[in-house]
């Protein structure tokens, strides 16, 4: 049996592995330090271009385009990078046990890696309609997004039924994005959910409305209220038809699912303290046991400003967690104190011509301000989440980078609301007037409107 041993492992080779390796090297790694180990067989990449970009009708992006850290603007990190800092990769790797009391991993393949400390960073896995027996859900052409096996299949599928029909099941962002996506590659495109607007978890019935009005203008049918129970498929095993629980049944040549994903914490069970659903964490992302870490979706939190334990499945939070999880690692071997991770919630999206960011806690009543008509020619338009008297959220479509930088400081200001129907018709002015007022003075704000 193989042995290797590493002062510093990465289980989990995406987005937060990619920022984690980056913050190692900047903070001093010595080569052979450092291995991150994937299931995946190629270096970290940003994720999220796998549901836009990557699957553009043309100038898709491909790797090496899109590794990490260019995301965020940083430096791109190709495979040789890895190697330049002495950083080993074990790509097409996948570990089925891990041992935490010896510190011992092992491999699909019986290899034994040990370290000396361990940062989690496996992400998440989609949830499958066969989970549920959803009957015929095994056919052939019926598509799941996590990792780029599953976009190169899916990208192959497209080719092959050009101009077919297409059903989405599932009205999140992976929904939203999937169904603009193959639209623009010119399939049929039908999308399906139970709920009565796409995006429950954080579109308001108002912001939906907007999207849903934009789709149907885009010639993207949306079936609500009903759920697929079935599917078709032909003698070669390729889906032909949805079934839904209303007895509708949709022609179908590929279908998407998009219903939810879980954190991968199986491995663990039963050794590390859970919370929520995730592994739970402190502020430095350490969790009950000792030299062992957990970043990115499979982290439970401490969401200092809302006072609560979280778990947060969107790729800022697995840059900002990773990066806060190698700066304790290291203050802790050079016995300095650092900052608890204080983390402002922030989320995006893209489709068509169209680009969301939303900043805070999608609680409390809600004012929407702005131009939210699907068939404006330049539709903006957002939301203001206010619980106790004061602005907790923010929901900017279609602002511009200065403006979506002036709702990040509103959420994480929280100013208090005197008057919501003044809100309302200020819209986003409210936003600048506090942070105009804010530069004036750091300690105390007014609500004072040019
Ligand atoms: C298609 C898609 C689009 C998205 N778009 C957006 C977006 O627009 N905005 C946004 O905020 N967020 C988006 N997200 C969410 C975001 O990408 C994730 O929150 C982020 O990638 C989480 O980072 P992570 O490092 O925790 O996990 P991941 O990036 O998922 O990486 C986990 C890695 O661990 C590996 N792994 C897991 N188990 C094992 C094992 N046992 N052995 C070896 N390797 C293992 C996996 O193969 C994978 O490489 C999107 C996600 C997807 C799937």
Redesign the pocket.
């Known amino acids: 049996m193989a042995e290797k041993h590493f002062k510093y492992v990465i289980?989990?080779?995406?987005?937060?592995?990619?920022?984690a390796a980056r913050e190692f090297v900047k903070l001093g790694l010595n080569p052979g330090e450092l291995a991150i180990?994937?299931?995946?067989s190629v270096a970290?990449y940003?994720?999220?271009?796998?549901?836009?970009a990557y699957l553009f009708p043309q100038g898709a992006a491909r790797l090496p385009g899109f590794h990490v850290c260019v995301g965020s603007g940083g430096e791109r990190l190709l495979p040789e990078w890895y190697a330049e800092k002495g950083i080993e990769l074990i790509l097409g790797?996948?570990?089925?046990k891990?041992d935490l009391a010896s510190k011992t991993l092992t491999?699909a393949a019986d290899v034994i890696i040990k370290y000396d400390i361990l940062i989690i960073?496996?992400?998440?896995?989609?949830i499958r309609l066969s989970d549920f027996g959803v009957q015929g859900a095994d056919a052939n052409n019926i598509f799941y997004?996590?990792?780029i096996d599953?976009?190169d299949k899916l990208v192959a599928a497209i080719h092959a039924k050009k101009d077919g029909k297409a059903v989405i099941v599932g009205g999140g962002?992976?929904g939203l994005?999937l169904g603009a996506a193959l639209k623009l590659n010119n399939l049929d495109v039908t999308m399906v959910y139970p709920e009565p607007w796409c995006m429950p978890r954080l579109f308001t019935a108002g912001i939906a409305a907007f999207y849903e009005g934009y789709y149907a203008n885009k010639g993207i049918k949306i079936i609500k209220g009903t759920v697929a129970v079935g599917f078709d498929s032909d003698t070669n095993g390729d889906v032909t038809a949805v079934k839904l629980k209303d007895g509708r049944v949709l022609e179908a040549d590929i279908v998407v699912v998009g219903v939810g994903?879980r954190p991968?914490i199986t491995?663990f069970k039963g050794q590390v303290e859970e919370e929520k659903g995730g592994i739970k964490t402190d502020g430095f992302f350490k969790t009950s046991i000792p030299d062992i870490y957990a970043?990115?979706?499979?982290?439970t939190f401490p969401l200092k400003l809302f006072n609560e334990q979280r778990r947060?499945?969107?790729?800022?939070?697995?840059?900002k967690?990773?990066e806060q999880a190698v700066k304790a690692i290291k203050a802790a071997e050079e016995g300095k104190p650092i900052e608890e991770y204080d983390y402002l919630p922030?989320?995006?999206?893209?489709s068509f011509d169209l680009s969301w960011q939303f900043y805070g806690d999608n609680v409390g009543d809600t004012i929407l301000f702005g131009d939210n008509d699907p068939t404006s020619a330049k539709p903006k338009f957002g939301t203001y989440w206010i619980k106790e008297g004061k602005v907790v959220g923010v929901f900017l479509e279609s602002g511009s980078p200065e403006e979506n930088k002036l709702i990040a400081k509103v959420a994480k200001l929280q100013p208090p609301v005197q008057d919501p129907e003044q809100l309302e018709k200020e819209g986003l002015a409210f936003a600048a007037c506090v942070i105009i007022k804010l530069d004036d003075s750091k300690e105390s704000y007014f609500i004072v409107c040019l």
Do not use: W
């Open positions: 289980l989990g080779g995406g987005v937060a592995a990619g920022y180990i994937s299931k995946e970290p940003e994720r999220p271009a796998l549901s836009k790797t996948e570990i089925v891990a491999s960073a496996t992400g998440s896995t989609v997004l996590r990792e599953d976009a962002y992976i994005e994903g991968l491995l970043v990115g979706d499979v982290a947060v499945e969107h790729v800022d939070h697995a840059r967690s990773a922030y989320f995006y999206s893209r």
